[in-house]
């Protein structure tokens, strides 16, 4: 009986393929309201949260705070240019990497009164300058990050399975 495993594992992707850029899948089957899991693409942290509707309806009440509230700036595919910066509203996903200087901004999902915002409603905190942003990687006017996280090129392969690193949209 001829067994295919060898085979088939040749046709995956090596740890180097995958940091230079080969879609890598991120499954959000098990990910709960509020939480946040991390993948890797092309050597980068992506960050997928699945939003509360809380947190999806604080989104346009801070948007005049914020310094890129259409995401205008290129910072995002276009299926993404959203108030969610999103394809599906509930589902984040994003590039773990202040615009400022290349940090790792910390996931503060609470909204609840932090030292650098008094009426926080959630999103990231990069600790190394003070930048802020939304839990739609919108950033705050007034701090040292330029422009709004980046959203991945990305597309639904399930309901349940997302390919970051490939451009697209709903499965």
Known sequence: MYNGVPFRASW?????????????EADISKL???QMIR?????????????????????????????????VEPQ???YAQNINRSIKPEIL????????????PSFVPEAVPQPYENDWKGGFFCPCHGSTFDLAGRVYKGVPAPLNLEVP???YISDSLILVGVDGGAA
């Open 93 to 104: 996903v994003l590039v773990g990497i202040c615009t400022h200087l290349g940090c790792s």
């Open 39 to 71: 993948v890797q693409w092309r050597g980068k942290p992506v960050w997928v949260v699945r939003r509360t509707e809380e947190m999806l309806d604080a989104l346009p009440e801070i948007s005049d705070r914020m310094r890129d509230p259409q995401s």
């Open 153 to 155: 090129p990305h597309q």
């Open 76 to 78: 995002q595919p276009e």
């Open 12 to 24: 995956m992707p090596s740890e180097r393929g995958q940091a230079a850029g080969v879609a890598v």
């Open 32 to 34: 709960e309201l509020g």
